[in-house]
């Protein structure tokens, strides 16, 4: 996970997000209290959308539109992501000290895989990460459904048969 795990911070994250939506979706404003947490990037927007009485239908067609516009606006206004977030109190020394030992370590995560490589490179951990296998809301809005994207990813990209019970997961 990112979001509470590997960072903390992220304002400028979320007032991106909400900008990408109100833009993506022609709205005049997105409410300002919502609960997130275990939430995926789509799950949110969704939510949030459904709150503004957007349809479902409508929301789902242009989905894929927000999460581009929100990952180009993270990377145009990367400075101020950098200022913004910061690297949770030994989070980079367990994912050295983990790659250290040869295990793999990728994300699992509600967030884009575009906004989860921009936020970890603005922090600098991504470099310990294989993102290549991992699972992010990209892939599945359902959080419950990411391990098993990833271990089949792992399958297909490494030649690697992993079991579910050889995964272990860290989050918030």
């Known amino acids: 996970d990112i979001d509470g795990t590997l960072t903390r911070g992220g304002r400028h994250a979320v007032e ?4 990408a939506l109100r833009a993506s979706f022609d709205l005049r ?3 300002a209290r919502f609960n997130t947490s275990g939430m995926t990037d789509s799950q949110i927007a969704l939510g949030l959308l459904a709150s503004v009485d957007v349809a479902e239908a409508d929301a789902l067609a242009r989905i894929d539109a927000f999460r581009d516009r929100y990952a180009a606006e993270l990377e145009r206004t990367r400075e101020r992501l950098v200022g913004d977030l910061v690297v949770l109190p030994g989070a980079a020394e367990t994912l050295a000290a983990v790659a250290a030992l040869g295990h793999a370590q990728s994300l699992l995560t509600g967030n884009y895989e575009p906004t989860a490589r921009i936020k970890l490179a603005c ?5 310990w990460l294989d993102f290549e296998v991992g ?3 990209s892939d599945h809005r359902d959080r419950n459904c990411l391990v ?3 271990i089949e990813k792992v399958a297909r990209l490494r030649g690697e048969q992993v079991r579910p019970e ?5 989050g918030d």
């Open 29 to 31: 404003r997105v409410p």
């Open 123 to 127: 922090v600098g951990v991504d470099r």
């Open 148 to 150: 098993p994207i990833a």
């Open 166 to 170: 050889d995964v272990v997961v860290v």
């Open 16 to 19: 991106v997000f909400h900008d």
């Open 135 to 137: 699972a992010f809301g």
